[in-house]
């Protein structure tokens, strides 16, 4: 009934039960790549009607070589037994899950991008749930939960409700649930009869303890000792719900079951052992549910990827237009900012009007033929005598791109010789600026513009200097932000020509805290230190931590950076930042892990920072040098 998808996401399925998890990713357009279960008469459906490989063996038989990896990792908790127990109100506190240790370790050691799990509504009340939201905050993830009731999402006339558990590595991605129909939306109930089909054995049930209010279609679900007419099913495992369509009444077929479980017609089952396969079925999680939530994990991850693609060029409008607002003369917004055919800013100055296009390109691979595609948009806006046309990017263009681009499209090019021209005098601009971009500036000469618009200004407008503001801001909790916010612009200055990216972290929505920041090795970069980092620690990314304590920070400090490292994500090195340093026990701390795991942790005070930003400031050698120098002494120095 399914055929293999190409380029699409992986999924490994722990629990997999009858199918309804797998299924659900599949049709989200997933690609099951492996399955686990240890029921045999699971697995005999499974194989009935999935292609995936299925594995017999569950949680807690299961060994961490014998999973594989893949992109997400999926699992069905919800008749697990110590979810049973949890629930029931049996599993005392104390109680060491060796299923939910699994968990953990799988996640610990496949570090898959995505986990979904889904688990019965009770469980987030005990201490069970406690114990493993404090496990899985230590893995990296941003993760979320909701309870979400099948009727809601589907339309399907039942009241099951199921706890689904969410978590993405991706930084910054914003998890989403699906939407809820509405109410008027629910399924009428005949549509759900399918009592031809089935034998006999469904009209054997006790009539006389039926209780009729109405003869409209309806349940009857099993309470206490009689069935009870309901509009929506529920499922209890005690006695199979009841359907009357038409007057006819009988037992809730398994077909039927099936169906308003979001099974598809063509799924086969085995129908040997009745009361076996109606517990099955109750247990499954809703495979139009499933599918739902793994579509919005995919749009998720999709959408923060494209996000994560495009914010440069976003930070880089920004830059300039901040830059414009700084001239004299009069900007406003173009129209259609949002279109590679419009205009992101309109400048008056004098009697011309100035029309910019900004781009930033993340490669130069298509980039000549974007920006000449983008010149015939902007050499058709307004008037040709009345407006002067420029785009802007933040990228190296040849000089005979430039030429041919205004000599046939009447546009001029302002590329990043120009910009650190024209930024030159406005010192966090330029700062952010280089900060922003993917390759090392080292070579390049700053041009002057043509056509030439805004003159250098004499006199540089007055500022406090970073080292001023260091002083300025009180170690403690309630400038910490204030701190951060200094450490990160300090950084892009005195660090700009080495790193890009800037990825600043902020609180997820289920209340843990992420490293503070993040920033790549831009291309290009001939320097010591980051030389050394990238052939030797394998490091691509490195990570800050801030601290804007009163006291030098502990080995608890690095102990905590150190969970942030992972050789699989391309970041080995981290940087503490505090205002005294870091105490005897930290950099003991620090030793012990480059010894033993090969990651590095730095540690810089406020008096580093203030050398990094004189080192900078005098030009006389690279900051980079700085921080080698401190690498040579921790290494020169390690102890076995």
């Known amino acids: 009934m399914r055929s293999e998808k190409n380029g699409v996401n992986t999924v490994v399925v722990l629990e997999a039960g009858i199918g309804a998890l797998s299924l659900g990713f599949w049709q989200a357009g997933f690609q099951v790549t492996a399955a686990f279960e240890k029921n045999k008469k699971s697995i005999d459906i499974y194989k009935r009607n999935l292609n995936d490989e299925i594995y017999e063996r569950d949680l807690s038989e299961l060994s961490l070589q014998e999973v594989p990896k893949a992109d997400v990792i999926a699992a069905d ?8 127990a949890a629930a029931s109100g049996y599993l005392r506190d104390n109680t060491k899950s060796m299923y939910l240790k699994k968990v953990y370790e799988i996640l610990k050691i496949n570090v898959p991008q995505i986990f979904c799990f889904v688990l019965p509504v009770s469980i987030y009340r005990t201490p069970v749930w406690t114990e493993f939201m404090k496990e899985l905050s230590d893995l990296n993830y941003q993760f979320q939960w909701k309870e979400i009731g099948t009727r809601e999402l589907t339309g399907l006339p039942v009241t099951e409700k199921r706890v689904y558990l969410i978590g993405s590595r991706q930084p910054g991605c914003a998890l989403t649930f699906p939407a809820p129909l509405r109410v008027e939306d629910v399924l009428p109930i005949y549509k759900f009869a399918d009592r031809e089909k089935e034998e006999d054995w469904y009209d054997k049930f ?12 309806c349940f009857f679900c099993w309470r206490r000792d009689k069935y009870v007419e309901k509009p929506y099913v529920d499922w209890n495992l005690v006695k199979p719900a009841l359907i009357r369509v038409n007057g006819d009444i009988h037992k809730l077929t398994h077909h039927e079951m099936a169906k308003l479980k979001g099974f598809p017609a063509e799924f086969k089952f085995e129908l040997g052992n009745k009361a076996w396969l109606y517990r099955a079925l109750a247990y499954a999680p809703n495979v139009l549910v499933v599918r739902r939530v793994a579509e919005c994990l995919k749009d998720s991850q999709a959408r923060t990827s494209l ?9 880089f409008e920004k830059l300039f237009e901040d830059y414009l607002r700084q001239q004299d003369g009069i900007l406003k917004r173009g129209i259609d900012q949002d279109s590679d055919c419009g205009v992101d800013m309109i400048y008056s100055y004098g009697d011309v009007t100035y029309c910019f296009q900004v781009k930033y390109y993340p490669s130069e691979f298509g980039m000549e033929r974007s920006l000449r595609r983008l010149c015939g948009f902007l050499s058709e806006y307004g008037n040709m005598e009345r407006y002067s046309r420029i785009l802007v990017t933040a990228n190296i263009v040849r000089d005979d791109i430039k030429e041919s681009c205004r000599d046939e499209f009447g546009v001029s090019v ?7 021209w024209l930024f030159e005098e406005f010192t966090e601009i330029k700062n952010e600026f280089v900060a922003l971009l993917n390759y090392s500036i080292e070579s390049i000469r700053p041009e002057e513009p043509v056509p030439r618009i805004f003159h250098k200004k004499e006199e540089k407008p007055e500022h406090l200097s970073l080292k001023e503001k260091l002083r300025r801001i009180k170690p403690g909790k309630e400038q910490y932000q204030q701190y951060e916010e200094l450490c990160v612009e300090i950084l892009k200055y005195v660090m700009g020509d080495y790193l890009t990216l800037w990825n600043v972290q902020e609180k997820t929505d289920s209340g843990m805290y992420r490293f503070d920041l993040c920033c790549k090795i ?12 990238r052939q030797y620690f394998h490091t691509k990314y490195i990570v800050f931590e801030f601290k804007n304590y009163n006291d030098q920070i502990t080995q608890k400090e690095i102990y905590t950076t150190e969970k942030y490292l992972y050789e699989k994500a391309l970041r080995r090195v981290a940087v503490i930042i505090s205002r005294k340093g870091a105490s005897d026990s930290a950099l003991a701390a620090a030793r012990g892990s480059l010894r033993e795991t090969g990651k590095l942790i730095l540690c810089l005070s406020d008096d580093d920072l203030m050398d990094l930003i004189d080192i900078k400031d005098k030009n006389e050698q690279s900051t980079g040098s700085f921080l080698e120098a401190m690498l040579d002494d921790i290494l020169i120095h390690l102890e076995k």
Do not use: H
């Open 77 to 84: 908790l919800t008749g697990m037994p110590v979810f049973k």
């Open 206 to 217: 006790d009539r006389e303890k039926i209780q009729e209010t109405t003869s409209d279609d």
């Open 307 to 315: 996000q994560n693609m495009q914010a440069p060029e976003r930070k």
């Open 414 to 420: 302002w590329d990043v010789k120009n910009l650190l």
């Open 522 to 533: 831009k291309n290009g970069v001939d320097e010591d230190f980051f030389n050394t980092v």
